[in-house]
């Protein structure tokens, strides 16, 4: 299975925009990059009156939708997956990065606003650096919001040599 780590922080702090410059900057330096969000809210994630959606209103447990360009996979589940069960369905990346997931066991790295309160989300013990446009007070690796080929680098380092 392919390294895993999650960005985590307040919502409206900027993960999604730092995950989209670090996608863009590790493929550059050659990288395959797989990205899991996730959706802690109760609503499909699926689009109401889709025909994938209406697939899966009908009775379908999987929905697939493919072209090709791409292709998407709607499934029906039990129960919320643990991180590891998603993860295991995810092939040829060389890394998984995502978003949320602040209490499962994978490394995370914290993005933090001042303009939203400079206490964190997950415990020190936890974090294996910050992202922030203001200073920390852990032992840690701390990186500005803009800095995205500096935590590339530093992912590279941890995860992918």
């Not at 702090?13 to 809210?41: D, F, N, Q, W």
């Not at 490394?107 to 309160?117: D, N, Q």
């Amino acid at each position: 299975m392919s390294p895993i780590l999650s960005f985590v922080g307040k919502s409206g702090v900027g993960k999604t925009t730092l995950i989209e410059k670090l996608v863009a900057e590790l493929k550059r330096r050659g990288y395959r990059i797989a990205v899991v969000k996730h959706h802690a809210h109760m609503t499909p994630i699926d689009g109401r009156g889709k025909d994938s959606w209406r697939f899966a209103e009908a009775g379908a447990s999987v929905a697939i939708v493919s072209s090709p360009v791409e292709i998407v996979r709607f499934e029906r589940v039990p129960r919320e997956l643990t991180l590891n069960e998603i993860a295991a369905q995810i092939v040829n990346v060389d890394l998984i990065l995502t978003e949320g997931f602040k209490r499962e066991a994978a490394p995370k790295i914290e993005v933090s606003r001042a303009a939203l309160g400079a206490d964190l989300v997950a415990r020190a013990d936890e974090l294996i650096a910050v992202v922030s446009d203001h200073p920390i007070t852990l032992n840690l690796p701390r990186f500005d919001l803009d800095d995205a080929a500096g935590i590339a680098g530093f992912i590279e380092g941890r995860f992918l040599r």
